[in-house]
């Protein structure tokens, strides 16, 4: 019986039961704010907001670990991943406190938090700034790590009116950006109408906060629920193939939700994403939106889906990147959709051919002929008249030799 119970105890361990929840991780990466620096006083780290926020999430049960890599006096392109390289006169990456090692401790965070609120800034421009926070957060989306980015802080050695009124305005640039993955350190922090850091906040220096400041940074963090919050389009799959002379790009939304309309924009690898395409409206949970991306580039196209909520929140897919060879002489080809309704067939521009689809029995079932346009196509046929079972679509007397296979349900 003792052997039992034994065996009972490790399996539990091993294999937790439905419903038994699982420890979050989260890893913290940024700058002093993040490491906890308190300069000129014994003030100890763990009365930064980072470990404030470990505590408290341990207390509740919902952590074990918070890994911690901020180190003072960084910026923005020192977190930048692994093998990124800067412009002329910006910092190189460091692989010790760097987005790469966020993400890569084992066992893999769930969260990761980025704060960079304000080194430099007065030298980088805010387009930078924007795109190295971006980039840092599609690495930690793209492996599956939900990832938060917290807004500047406002400082007191920011001489210059303006150059207090830049920190605010990538506050709102931060905001505006990442939405519900925005996390503000700036209202409860900042006097108005200077944009120096609160008296009763301010560490003594004019740059780092006080414990009490620290403890307005974690509820902020705390009131973001970061575990359990709305994942960015989570149940979404988002696809890109290089067809040659086009990206065809495929998003499945997973199931019916309120984020529309869904937006396709695409980037190259400097992360400044741009609109190219708006889905229309979801029919059904499973269905398949497709677009031919004829303006892609040659060389890496970076690619995610834009949704906003019901109050206007921005929520972004997983970035997925392809590399367009921009090659000549495409085929026509099929896109058979989960629906089995219809079936997307693709022609190039100046293709003509004529289509021909059959049952198992090889009767012909169906057939059309297209005639060249000067525009790419996408053709939806209609299969609701076909029986359930396979067929064969044929594309006869063409050069291309092209087979497709539509399921009926």
């Not at 003072?72 to 977190?79: A, E, F, R, S, T």
């Not at 050069?399 to 539509?406: A, E, F, P, Q, T």
């Amino acid at each position: 019986m003792k052997k039992l119970v034994q065996i009972l105890v490790i399996l539990f361990f091993v294999y937790p039961l439905p419903g038994v929840a699982q420890f979050k991780r989260v890893s913290v990466m940024g700058s002093s704010s993040a490491y906890g620096y308190f300069p000129g006083t014994s003030i100890p780290r763990d009365s930064a907001w980072a470990f404030k926020v470990k505590e408290h999430f341990k207390a509740s049960g919902v952590i074990d670990t918070l890994y911690n890599i901020g180190t003072p006096g960084i910026d923005c392109y020192i977190g930048m991943p692994t093998g990124y390289v800067p412009p002329a006169g910006r910092n190189n990456p460091n692989p010790d406190f760097n987005i790469t090692k966020a993400v890569n401790f084992v066992p893999a965070p769930d969260v990761v938090i980025i704060n960079f609120p304000s080194n430099n800034y007065t030298v980088l421009s805010i387009a930078e700034i924007m795109f190295c926070l971006q980039t840092m957060k599609d690495y930690a989306n793209a492996r599956n790590i939900r990832c938060y980015i917290t807004t500047t802080q406002p400082r007191n050695d920011f001489v210059q009116l303006v150059e207090r009124q830049k920190l605010r305005e990538i506050r709102d640039s931060i905001v505006e950006r990442f939405g519900v993955f925005a996390i503000d350190f700036w209202t409860d922090i900042v006097q108005e109408p200077s944009l120096f850091i609160r008296p009763e906040y301010n560490l003594g220096d004019g740059v780092h906060l006080t414990p009490a400041g620290h403890t307005v940074l974690k509820n902020k963090v705390i009131e973001r629920d970061i575990f359990f919050g709305p994942v960015a389009l989570s149940n979404g799959k988002l696809y890109a193939t290089d067809r040659g002379d086009h990206v065809m790009i495929r998003w499945n939304p997973g199931v019916l939700t309120s984020f529309m309309p869904y937006r396709l924009e695409r980037s190259d690898e400097s992360g400044m994403f741009q609109t190219i395409h708006t889905f229309p409206a979801q029919s059904f949970a499973d269905e398949q939106m497709l677009f031919a991306d004829e303006g892609a580039q040659r060389g890496i196209n970076l690619y995610r889906v834009e949704g906003r909520d019901a109050e206007g929140n921005i929520h972004y897919s997983p970035v997925v990147s392809v590399k367009h060879l921009a090659k000549g002489g495409a085929q026509p080809y099929l896109f058979p959709t989960v629906s089995s309704t219809f079936v997307n067939l693709i022609l190039p521009p100046g293709f003509s051919t004529s289509v021909v689809i059959c049952d198992a029995a090889g009767k012909v079932v169906w057939q059309k002929m297209y005639v060249e346009a000067g525009f790419r196509r996408n053709e939806r046929i209609d299969v609701t008249r076909f029986a359930s079972g396979l067929y064969r679509v044929y594309f006869p007397g063409s050069n291309y030799k092209s087979v497709g296979l539509v399921c009926r349900r």
